[in-house]
């Protein structure tokens, strides 16, 4: 391509600013009688037709051409081609009358290069048309306009530059020149954090990058100027961005590419009915946007197929969508809050604003202008509002206002349809209006406080607020049926002197209904309302009524949204209800979504009025999932007491049962036969319910507890169930033959536990085949009960184990027959996982678990499809916000595991499907299960590349390989180490040869580890020695005495600290053991601190505490009885009044008196 020089690149760019600031700054005005500025309705432009001033103008507008429909531009191609050699230098400047000869040989064979590249097959070729969106010249992109591009995964500010640095200019959306329904924009490859699209119709950024390379042409002649035109006819595919090409058909197109990530989401159940859901198209599909958690939906009815705009790492606040329903803001609230901007006809992210919120509380509310150029944004604690050009690529607003704390959080915001430097929002008691003058970078506001003093009456709390269809009026709906009407007084438009900012005044208070209004919207020329119970009415501009639906009863309408395709005209054959006119002609307006506040949404078909149900989703907190053990089926169970269930293959709800009120679903598990549902429920009820028709199996409900039932589990052979619940109690119900009927008997509790129970799991005795029954408790206790041995009301307690001593456990599953040893397999808080035996409950490994920013809190073994698949083994886990995949065995190894964020306000729930093919989450107070497709074998590639041995561990060590602790520790210090620890095992004093080995007794580990900084307590050194002395003891009936620096070094890595020495864990204990002192810091006496250490926990003799102490004062610098020849001063000689403080904080004792070097804070960045 031709390269403009920088004085054309400076000029175009400035005429098409100008271009843009008329159409934006000039709209067509009259004035009317009372002297006010009426501003007409702009008329769609034709893009066919061209006023064109003079040649300059022309040859900028020519490049419109290339927006016309592909048979235009073929046959405009060949009449080009034909005229091709007869036109001058000057035809050098229009881009688009470029003809193939003028491109020369070398682009033909680029062409011809690209054809090999893409003529293959239908999705190379879409793949090679996405790769040359950046070759667009500069002539085209002024029209299209070109979106700067980021690397995924750069954590680089995104860039305002396009990618070709030569042209280093800023280009722009310019949505003027486009019409509603042909709005295109070139594909930005820019990526918002996190996976911002699913893989239907997108590829990864680097993928995309090397066909970008590929089809960079080797050579360039300079001042040469290459049609894109020609290259579409050289090598037969179009030359346009992906967003300017793609028809609203793409957007649902089958994946055939293969999976890129471990864990894909597939489909999310559920909705966030706080948010609206918004009509995107009605002409040949039905297609719906609405949000779920994180992720934004679009949901194309008849094909029941979901598009996912993925990008979001906090919960999404709100989210709007332009007039043409082309485009979509999202944007969410939390830490590093984005607002992204996506295309509707493609799911492409075209536009992420990253600092939208100075503060990093969200956003609360937010609009997009009609003609789709601004969008505006409200902040949610330091009420903040922004106007954003988001067509320019924007990364700062383009004005900015920050409200008084008095006028409260604005709930709800939009623009004025026909001026979009105009914009309303409104809290529950104040309505503001703003109107941003751009000229002198300033954005007027008008909040007249209301009150009931204004009207006399009482006006209630503002529910939504709009222009009037007369434009110089606002309307604010009150949850008490009323309407406040506002006048707008906007002082006379002067080119010499500025007379002031408009302002608004309440002139009149109109009592609607009785009903509180909960939506008001317009559409085409009635105001609309919805209310409380569910009434949808309509008025005119004088606020006359004119129709209602009234005998729809849903319940309070949240939102309504309405198709973008005007009603069909009436005719004989149509059904359209009589308005409430004398005449009663019929009533003509569009279809239109509604969304009500017990989250179902209705589609209405106003031509014969017809109410369809398309969905209903709890509208409560989802904490319940439970997958079917042989069947594509999934139960879902809510708050609200809603129980569904869904083929999860076919993505088809089958049936429901509501429970009455009270009565929320907790807990779900089917029984290993698939005949029985087990559900607990927050008041303690415990129901067995049937499969298929979720009627009670049992003729009344077990009521032995009287709080929320957490947990249940079946035994193998179903004829046991047991629940746990909040008291820390477990119950057991069991099978008997009554009357020759089976039937479901209570057995007996028991409150065994001191704090929450964290898993409850039956098991089966290999030598019996009976079911054991075990628990886990917060407390670190580990309980297996006697199920043999009980009897009514009387639960027998078989083993009591302490599964930890400083952590608390969080989960437990029964580890996989991977080893001839059979293991339980227990997570703790310390980002740990532990092999215990399932017999003697001894344990027998502790490895380094996933450390994904919070500790894990729930884990199932992957189920398996056949024998083959035996050998190689899966966990699924979840922890506080993520869901992810563990490589059996577990080993420690960083490079065997991954996660992705789920629910980012917390993962309430996990089930697994049958076949091993999905995992499922629920979001809690998000509403929401998502079904993730799990590849495992992008999982086995990243651990195949991490390395064999102990290459994946050393990116654990400080540092990694190019740390000082690889460097310097390993190959010297720690060696040298290892042959001292060989001197002290073999005697300082002796005169015999000393034996050189590659292994170190074990009783010297404990002070090998201590020299490289990690304090192991005596429990967790008893457990080191088991791990090691029975390591190969199944195997081979030895046990092993000795360790070599590379198990060592395995060895240190899983059972050290995972975010190494920090004073949570100390500040923790000083809370419990001390008191406030004067300076309000926890802090411990210093005859106490001295008490404690002869007489808790793992307590010391009074002569080994001497001695201690006489180490960390340095008074015996060879350590605490490391050689008693070599000591200089016995414990006994110490005065301890003399050397302690008389008040000891958690500063001191580590500083001070241990003399670490400790961080104030974990790092746990789960990275």
């Known amino acids: 391509m031709r390269r403009r020089s920088w004085a054309q690149s400076e000029a175009g760019e400035e005429t098409l600013q100008r271009r843009m600031s008329d159409a934006e700054e000039a709209p067509r005005e009259s004035t009317g009688k009372n002297g006010e500025t009426e501003i007409e309705e702009e008329e769609e432009p034709n893009l066919n037709y061209k006023e064109v001033e003079n040649p300059q103008e022309e040859v900028k507008d020519d490049t419109l051409a290339w927006r016309e429909s592909q048979e235009e531009e073929k046959k405009k191609g060949e009449e080009e081609e034909e005229e091709g050699e007869e036109e001058g230098e000057e035809d050098k400047e229009i881009v688009m009358e470029e003809t193939e000869e003028k491109a020369g040989d070398a682009q033909e064979e680029e062409a011809s290069g690209i054809q090999k590249e893409t003529a293959v097959e239908p999705q190379e070729m879409k793949r090679s048309m996405t790769s040359l969106e950046t070759r667009i010249t500069d002539s085209q992109s002024a029209t299209s306009g070109i979106f700067p591009t980021t690397q995924r995964g750069s954590e680089s500010k995104p860039s305002l530059r396009s990618e070709d640095s ?342 009149k208070l109109v009592h609607l209904q009785k009903e509180s209004i909960t939506v008001l919207t317009t559409i085409d020329s009635y105001i609309v309302t919805g209310d409380i119970k569910g009434n949808i009415k309509f008025y005119d501009h004088t606020l006359t009524i004119v129709n209602w639906y009234s005998h729809l009863q849903p319940s309070a309408v949240r939102t309504l949204s309405f198709s973008k395709t005007p009603a069909t005209p009436p005719t004989e054959k149509s059904n359209y209800p009589p308005d409430c006119t004398l005449k009663g002609d019929p009533f003509v307006v569009r279809n239109f979504i509604i969304g009500t506040s017990d989250a179902t949404v209705y589609h209405l078909t106003t031509d014969g009025t017809k109410l369809e149900k398309l969905f209903v989703e709890p509208k409560d907190a989802i904490c319940a999932i439970s997958c079917h053990p042989y069947q594509p089926l999934i139960a879902i169970g809510s708050i609200c007491g809603m129980i569904k269930v869904w083929n999860y293959e076919k993505k088809r709800y089958l049936f429901s049962r509501v429970f009455e009120k009270g009565l929320g679903v907790q807990s779900l598990t089917y029984n290993p036969e698939g005949t029985l549902l087990g559900a607990g429920f927050t008041e303690g009820t415990v129901c067995i319910l049937d499969t298929m028709s979720l009627e009670n199996e049992s003729p009344e409900p077990f009521r032995y507890s009287r709080t929320s039932v957490t947990h249940i589990s079946f035994s193998h052979d179903s004829q046991y169930m047991a629940t746990a619940d909040i008291s820390f109690t477990v119950a057991v119900y069991m099978m008997v033959v009554r009357n020759g009927r089976r039937v479901w008997e209570y057995l007996a509790r028991l409150r065994s536990h001191r704090k929450s129970i964290r898993s409850l799991q039956f098991g089966v005795y290999l030598d019996s085949n009976e079911p054991r029954l075990l628990s886990l408790g917060t407390d670190r206790l580990l309980i297996e009960y006697d199920l043999l041995r009980s009897y009514k009301d009387h639960l027998e307690v078989l083993d009591i184990h302490r599964t930890d001593q400083g952590c608390y456990p969080t989960c437990m599953v029964w580890y996989p027959p991977l080893t001839r040893e059979l293991f339980l397999l227990i997570c703790n808080s310390g980002y740990k996982v532990k092999l215990f035996n399932a017999t003697t409950k001894m344990c027998r490994k502790t490895l380094m678990g996933p450390a994904y920013g919070s500790p894990i809190e729930q884990a199932q073994v992957l189920p398996v499809r056949s024998m083959a698949e035996l050998p190689k083994r899966y966990l699924v886990f979840i922890n506080r916000d993520k869901v992810g995949l563990q490589i059996l065995p577990v080993d420690g190894n960083p490079h065997k595991t991954t996660a992705i964020v789920c629910h980012p306000n917390g993962v309430a729930g996990m089930a697994l499907s049958y076949d091993g093919l999905y995992a499922f989450t629920a979001g809690g107070h998000d509403r929401s299960v998502v079904q993730w497709k799990i590849n495992l074998s992008v999982l086995e590639a990243a651990v195949s590349l991490g390395g064999e041995d102990l290459t994946p561990f050393y990116g654990l060590l400080s540092g990694g390989r190019e740390g000082k602790f690889y460097r310097v520790t390993v190959p010297r210090e720690l060696e040298d180490y290892f042959y001292y620890s060989q001197l002290r095992s073999q005697g300082i004093d002796t005169m015999e040869t000393r034996k050189v080995s590659e292994h170190i007794c074990l009783s010297e580990l404990p002070f090998v580890m201590r020299a490289i900084g990690f304090y192991p307590s005596e429990e967790k050194i008893d457990d080191i020695f088991n791990e090691i002395r029975f390591g190969e003891y199944v195997d081979t009936g030895k046990l092993i005495d000795k360790i070599n620096l590379p198990d060592f070094l395995r060895v240190y890595l899983n059972h050290r600290p995972p975010f190494g020495n920090t004073l949570s864990g100390i500040h923790k204990s000083f809370e419990v053991l001390g008191y406030t002192n004067s300076k309000g810091e926890k802090a411990i006496r210093r005859e106490d601190f001295l008490r404690l250490l002869v007489t808790k926990g793992e307590h010391m003799t009074e002569e080994e505490m001497l001695d201690c102490f006489a180490s960390l004062f340095g008074l015996n610098p060879e350590g605490w009885k490391s050689e008693p020849a070599a000591s200089s001063v016995k414990g006994s000689e110490i005065c301890l009044e003399e050397e302690l403080p008389d008040e000891i904080t958690a500063e001191i004792f580590a500083t001070e008196i241990l003399g670490l070097t400790i961080s104030e804070d974990s790092g746990q960045d789960g990275q």
């Open 166 to 507: 030569e042209a280093d200019e800023l280009e722009f959306l310019d949505l003027d020149q486009i019409s509603p329904e042909e709005q295109q924009m070139s594909s930005p490859d820019r990526q918002p954090s996190g996976e911002l699209e699913e893989n239907t119709d997108q590829r990864p950024q680097d993928e995309l990058g090397r066909e970008r390379r590929d089809l960079e042409p080797e050579k360039r002649e300079e001042g040469q100027e290459r049609s894109a035109s020609s290259i579409q006819s050289i090598a037969g595919i179009s030359r346009e961005s992906l967003v300017s090409t793609t028809t609203e058909d793409i957007l649902f197109q089958k994946d055939k590419n293969a999976p890129v990530y471990p864990l894909t989401l597939t489909w999310s159940f559920g909705w966030n009915s706080s948010l609206p859901v918004y009509y995107i198209r009605e002409e040949k599909q039905r297609v719906l946007l609405y949000v779920c958690a994180h992720t934004a939906i679009i949901y194309n009815v008849f094909r029941n197929h979901q598009y996912h705009l993925q990008g979001h790492a906090n919960i999404i606040s709100c989210i709007c969508i332009s007039e043409d329903r082309r485009w979509i803001a999202t944007a969410d609230k939390g830490p590093d809050c984005l607002v992204i901007i996506w295309d509707s006809f493609t799911g492409i992210p075209v536009h992420t604003i990253f600092d939208s919120c100075p503060e990093g509380n969200g956003i609360r509310a937010m609009a997009m202008a009609h003609d789709a150029k601004y969008l505006a944004t409200i902040s949610d604690a330091k009420v903040q509002v922004c106007i954003w050009k988001w067509t320019l690529a924007a990364e700062t607003p383009a004005c900015t206002l920050e409200l008084p704390k008095e006028y409260g959080l604005q709930n709800y915001l939009t623009f004025n349809p026909t001026n979009n430097k105009e914009l309303v929002s409104n809290s529950k008691t104040q309505a503001i209006y703003y109107a941003w003058y751009e000229e002198r970078d300033t954005l007027a506001h008008s909040a007249p406080l209301l009150t009931e003093k204004t009207f006399n009456k009482l006006v209630g709390k503002f529910s939504q607020s709009i222009f009037h269809l007369n434009l110089t009026q606002m309307l604010s709906a009150t949850m008490e049926g009323k309407l406040v009407v506002w006048n707008i007084h906007r002082p006379p438009s002067s080119a010499s002197t500025f007379l002031g900012f408009p302002y608004i005044k309440p002139c």
